[in-house]
């Protein structure tokens, strides 16, 4: 969130003041709705809370995070499609926290279907379940859902907005709303006078918004097309602002240190040497920790790491070996789910031939580029909090609990991302930043997190390990039998968020697992909770990132048990079950030129996975260059049901199989001591521009839904590498890294 001078000298304030001379509009699709946080002046009307118009010009609101994936441009095209703006017209700022900002598409994420085969009713009942996120104030963004959540929203704002600039200017005008049309920020009349929308705000601002019918697909100028990113320029030239370009008069600098053995205790710590330090202002006791306050972020960081802490032990086992033992034994006990069982998987199929096969997927960190973050200002009875995030309302309860603050006393900045994945869904860097700034009443300070403090203590993707038994018959798959063990992310998140005790199956410990779009007949699927305290959480494509590992890989192992090529035999069972996911595999074949037949010396392989409502299939080649393998080609395609953006689609689906890719060769956590051995990238490497594969990408709609663009093209990547890697050495990849069976280039 912008301060006042940066929006272009507009007069209003977010949920605290006045919008002067100005109007805002919006639309909503419940009987009451959450209240409009843009507060009105004496006079003026504030409708709803996207869109803002002011004498000054044209503001609209995106509440979903920005991290890279484009939302600020795709959200503001779907309000200036109807609008009738142009986008080099309007500012477009992250709105502050308030339920008004809810996510009303993911709630409906958690229905237990498969998604692929979901009916109408079951969809719309997804969408009328939307209103929960109201009533929880799930301001997140997260789970692929921003675009599904704003198609019809947005539209409906911008459409409000321009029927009603209508009606203000045919009153001014006399004449019928009828005469009038739109065009560019203009409301134009009959004889071809234009008056702009910012002379008509004063006006608008007395009347009742009007609802509209939404336009034809066919007179659209913005969706469906690709369109310049409006953080561009921004980013280009180092002026945008992430969580730590924040600067404020005064301001002061911290650092964090934790327990390295995750929810230990600290029994004491020793900060003389800390203290003796030019420059250093205070040491926090944080309870769990230690921080460092000082006149910059370089010195916090190294007194912190001065102070001679005694740290209680893990609440879990030391060594990696053995919390995979723990995962292991989850598989000894009653499935916390079963989501999908059909055909009998109990009785042996006469004539058939049975595989089985073990996978193992290590804990993996976000690695964001930015570390954690987070300015505070607490005043006594106000605080304010700058940072990236993806829930502003949760980091808002979360932070005012811990400030004994009411909600309304406090006021979340949210600026750029400068990667989020599913980390800056939590809210630890928000509760210490505002310990931090409680210690300093009246001061900003901003609390970085050093890279090795991030990296260590991180909320992890979880371990996962998956047993899986299969049938082949007449070279068809007749069986599939797998169990997957992991912690649980949701059952975890849910402790943290609201202290509530979770309960019932865990539909994201299976995604990508219970539901691909495979026809056969007996296929059962189950999910076991390992009882472990690691810490972790969601990560880019959540259980579908090892899911998409352990049932792909397994698919290639039953199609070259049956003697199949691997593409055509995912092909012949998934015509039948869902033709937009048989339509990528049939678009990678074409793009690959796949015959199944590979030359000496390159391998490829093929996977799919079904997540977030969009099928992927990729198509991998790996080359052998005097022994050591090259990651050389990748071809994506993905069905999204409606592109709103073409490029940007592209473009997500690159950088998810890319954040993939990096995690299938060389992401690993591991624990000795109770420690993550991990501390940097030196430890935590990814792909490199030397390392990175020629990537094309194919964008289908076909799909009757609209899916999700950020997270889908990460699980088909890992297994596709792995599969080709198989192909071209024939050594059969079950557990990841890849870096640590094979030679590959680094």
């Known amino acids: 969130m912008a301060r006042i001078g940066k929006i272009l000298r507009r007069t209003f304030l977010i949920g605290s003041a006045a919008i002067v001379g100005g109007v805002a509009f919006g639309a909503y699709f419940v009987n009451r709705p959450a209240p409009n946080p843009l507060i009105p002046g004496e006079g003026e009307a504030a409708l709803n809370p996207f869109v803002l118009i002011d ?10 995070a920005e991290m890279g994936q484009g939302v600020k441009t795709t959200w503001a095209a779907l309000i200036a499609e109807e609008l009738d703006v142009d986008l080099d017209q309007v500012t477009v700022l992250h709105g502050p926290a308030a339920a008004a900002y809810y996510n009303s598409a993911l709630v409906g994420e958690g229905l237990p279907n498969k998604g692929y085969d979901i009916t109408n009713f079951q969809h719309n009942l997804g969408e009328a379940l939307g209103v929960l996120g109201k009533v929880l104030s799930l ?11 704003g ?12 029927e009603t600039l209508k009606r203000a200017a045919a009153t001014r005008l006399g004449v019928e709303p009828a005469d009038l049309r739109t065009a560019s920020g203009y409301v134009i009349a009959p004889n071809g006078d234009k008056i702009a929308y910012t002379d008509l705000a004063v006006d608008a601002a007395g009347l009742e918004p009007v609802e509209v019918p939404l336009r034809d697909p066919s007179e659209w100028r913005y969706l469906g097309q690709t369109q310049p990113r409006l953080d561009m320029v921004e980013k280009a030239t180092g002026t945008a602002e992430f969580g730590v370009d924040v600067r404020l008069p005064g301001m002061k600098f911290a650092s964090v240190r934790m327990n390295p053995k995750l929810g230990g205790a600290m029994n004491r710590f020793d900060d ?6 030019p420059g250093v202002e205070k040491v926090v006791d944080l309870g769990t920790g230690v921080a460092v306050i000082a006149n910059n972020t370089w010195l916090a960081i190294q007194a912190v790491e001065a102070i001679d802490v005694d740290w209680g032990d893990a609440p879990y086992p030391p060594e990696t070996d053995a919390i995979f033992a723990k995962i292991a034994e989850a598989f000894d006990d009653a499935p916390n789910s079963t989501m999908r069982d059909d055909g009998d998987v109990g009785t042996l199929i006469e004539g058939a031939t049975e595989i089985t096969a073990e996978y193992q997927a290590p804990f993996l960190a976000h690695a964001t580029l930015e570390p954690m973050n987070a300015t505070a200002l607490f005043t006594g009875n106000a605080l304010e909090l700058w940072c990236g995030n993806q829930a502003p309302t949760l980091i808002q309860f979360r932070v005012a609990n811990t400030a004994n603050l009411d909600t309304d006393a406090v006021q979340i900045h949210t600026t750029y991302l400068g990667g989020g994945f599913g980390r800056r869904g939590e809210l630890d860097f928000g509760e210490i930043a505002t310990k931090v700034a409680m210690a300093m009443p009246g001061t900003p300070v901003q609390t970085t997190w050093s890279r090795e403090e991030d990296m260590r203590h991180d909320y992890f993707r979880p371990g996962a390990m998956a047993r899986m038994r299969g049938a082949i018959q007449d070279g068809k798959a007749v069986l599939i039998d797998g169990k997957v063990a992991a912690q649980s992310c949701t059952q975890q998140a849910v402790q943290r968020y609201t202290g509530l005790p979770p309960a019932g199956p865990d539909k994201v410990l299976v995604e990508g697992f219970f539901n691909q779009p495979y026809a056969v007949p007996n296929y059962r699927m189950s999910g076991h909770i390992a009882d472990l305290a690691v810490p972790v959480g969601f990560w880019r494509s959540v259980g579908n990132s090892h899911n998409g590992f352990f049932h792909e890989t397994f698919m290639d192992e039953m199609a070259h048990a049956a003697g199949r ?10 015509k039948t079950e869902h033709a937009p996911s048989a339509g990528c595999l049939e678009a990678v074949r074409e793009m690959s030129g796949w ?5 000496e010396g390159v391998g490829r392989g093929v996977a799919f996975t079904y997540s977030f409502g969009t099928p992927v299939a990729q198509v991998i080649e790996v080359v052998d260059e005097d022994g050591t393998i090259r990651v050389n080609k990748a071809w994506i395609a ?4 409606l592109a709103l953006d073409p490029e940007n689609v592209k473009a997500q689906m690159f950088g998810g199989m890319m954040y993939g890719l990096s995690a299938a060769c060389y992401g690993e956590i591991t624990f000795a001591e109770g420690e993550v051995e991990q501390t940097n990238f030196p430890d935590y490497d990814a792909m490199r521009m030397h390392t990175a594969p020629h990537v094309e990408v194919r964008v ?45 280039l680094v």
Do not use: Y
């Open 139 to 149: 301001q997140v963004t997260g789970g692929s859902t921003s675009m599904k959540d």
């Open 595 to 599: 015959t199944g037949k590979t030359p």
């Open 55 to 64: 004498q000054n010009g044209i503001t609209l609101f995106a509440p979903r």
């Open 700 to 744: 289908l709609e076909t799909n009757r839904h609209m899916g999700g663009a950020g997270e889908p093209g990460t699980p088909p990547s890992m297994p596709a590498l792995g599969n080709a890697l198989f192909d071209l050495t024939g050594e059969r990849a079950r557990s990841l890294p890849l870096i640590n069976q094979f030679n590959l």
């Open 151 to 162: 198609f019809e929203r947005m539209r409906h704002a911008g459409a409000s907005a321009r």
């Open 638 to 641: 993905c069905d999204m049901g």
């Open 272 to 277: 003389s040497a800390a203290t003796s330090m």
């Open 565 to 574: 090529d691997p593409l055509e035999f995912r092909l012949e069972l998934m």
